[in-house]
């Protein structure tokens, strides 16, 4: 019977082995140049004691649009050390027009009704909201008046906050949306490797990432 407790320690140690190597992988499921992209010069946050999330996003887009309905639970679910707040993409006059409407929308704090409302209207309606009778006419159906439209959309906030998200796409060299920057040192796109479905997950492995610095850093 001396042989049984070298087969049941061998038994342990190959269990142990399995689990170590079964957690290493589970770690680094996502890795850099693959899943997520290191941004060559991180960004500042708006609140250093939080991980930041930032989604680039546009109205017109129908991966913003899919994401949106993985977006809208999953944000509940963050906790209060997560900062999350979206970023309007501005390459061209069209897109500034929506990033008009958007943070027309954040200024007159109806942004939660607007962006269901502005992604129905173009992805499944086929309006574009872009003419300024039109984009009257949409905000006339949350209860703001053209004056009032007028007043908010041509404001001094509402076109710095255009020319900040512009800043913003430049400084983390954006090339396609949605893409999501985890506390401005890591950028998550849409690629063969992460599909729409998956950003979220990335995400969330870079944000138990960064949480894990920031606890060492203290």
Same mark, same amino acid.
């Given at each position: 019977?001396?042989?049984?407790?070298?087969?049941?320690?061998?038994?342990?140690?190959?269990?142990?082995?399995?689990? $170590?190597?079964?957690?290493?992988?589970?770690?680094?499921?996502?890795?850099?140049?693959?899943?997520?992209?290191? *941004?060559?010069?991180?960004?500042?946050?708006?609140?250093?004691?939080?991980?930041?999330?930032?989604?680039?996003?546009?109205? #017109?887009? +129908?991966?913003?649009?899919?994401?949106?309905? +993985?977006?809208?639970?999953?944000? !509940?679910?963050?906790? !209060?050390?997560?900062?999350?707040?979206?970023?309007?993409?501005?390459?061209?006059?069209? *897109?500034?027009?929506?990033?008009? $409407?958007?943070?027309?929308?954040?200024?007159?704090?109806?942004?939660?009704?607007?962006?269901?409302?502005?992604?129905?209207?173009?992805?499944?309606?086929?309006?574009?909201?872009?003419?300024?009778?039109? *984009?009257?006419?949409?905000?006339?159906?949350?209860?703001?008046?053209?004056?009032?439209?007028?007043?908010?959309?041509?404001?001094?906030?509402?076109?710095?906050?255009?020319?900040?998200?512009?800043?913003?796409?430049?400084?983390?060299?954006?090339?396609?949306?949605?893409?999501?920057?985890?506390? #401005? @040192?890591?950028?998550?796109?849409?690629?063969?490797?992460?599909?729409?479905?998956?950003? *979220?997950?990335?995400?969330?492995? $870079?944000?138990?990432?960064? @949480?894990?610095?920031?606890?060492?850093?203290?």
């Amino acid at each position: 019977m001396a042989f049984i407790k070298p087969l049941l320690i061998r038994k342990h140690l190959a269990w142990m082995f399995f689990l $170590l190597f079964f957690s290493c992988a589970q770690a680094e499921e996502f890795v850099a140049g693959r899943h997520y992209e290191i *941004l060559d010069s991180p960004s500042v946050t708006r609140d250093p004691s939080k991980v930041e999330v930032v989604e680039v996003f546009w109205f #017109g887009c +129908n991966h913003c649009y899919a994401l949106e309905s +993985n977006i809208l639970p999953w944000k !509940k679910t963050l906790p !209060k050390d997560v900062d999350f707040w979206k970023s309007h993409a501005t390459w061209n006059p069209t *897109l500034k027009i929506h990033a008009r $409407l958007f943070y027309s929308a954040k200024a007159l704090g109806i942004e939660d009704k607007i962006i269901p409302a502005a992604f129905t209207a173009i992805q499944r309606e086929g309006r574009f909201l872009t003419g300024s009778s039109e *984009l009257e006419y949409f905000f006339r159906g949350f209860g703001v008046d053209k004056e009032k439209y007028l007043s908010v959309s041509n404001s001094f906030g509402v076109n710095n906050a255009v020319k900040q998200a512009d800043k913003r796409m430049r400084q983390w060299s954006i090339t396609g949306v949605p893409t999501l920057i985890v506390n #401005g @040192k890591y950028k998550v796109s849409g690629t063969r490797e992460v599909g729409t479905d998956r950003l *979220l997950d990335v995400v969330d492995f $870079l944000i138990e990432k960064e @949480k894990r610095f920031l606890a060492s850093s203290y």
